[in-house]
């Protein structure tokens, strides 16, 4: 739990968007697990994506 205490995220909106964007720091191993876990992942670009289906 203290690992994913410090996963550090910033709100960001597009222009012409009215919806943000939670972007993240790029998670560590173990933080990334648990993101998984919970089907979860952080893209490329540092946003939080769920997993479909």
């Given at each position: 739990m203290n690992d994913m205490r410090h996963l550090h995220y910033?709100?960001?909106?597009?222009?012409?968007?009215r919806t943000p964007e939670r972007r993240l720091e790029t998670p560590?191993?173990?933080?990334?697990e648990?993101?998984?876990t919970?089907?979860?992942h952080v893209?490329?670009?540092g946003v939080l994506q769920?997993?479909?289906?």
């Open positions: 910033v709100l960001s909106v597009k222009k012409g968007s560590s191993k173990t933080q990334a648990v993101l998984s919970f089907g979860y893209d490329a670009s769920g997993s479909i289906g």
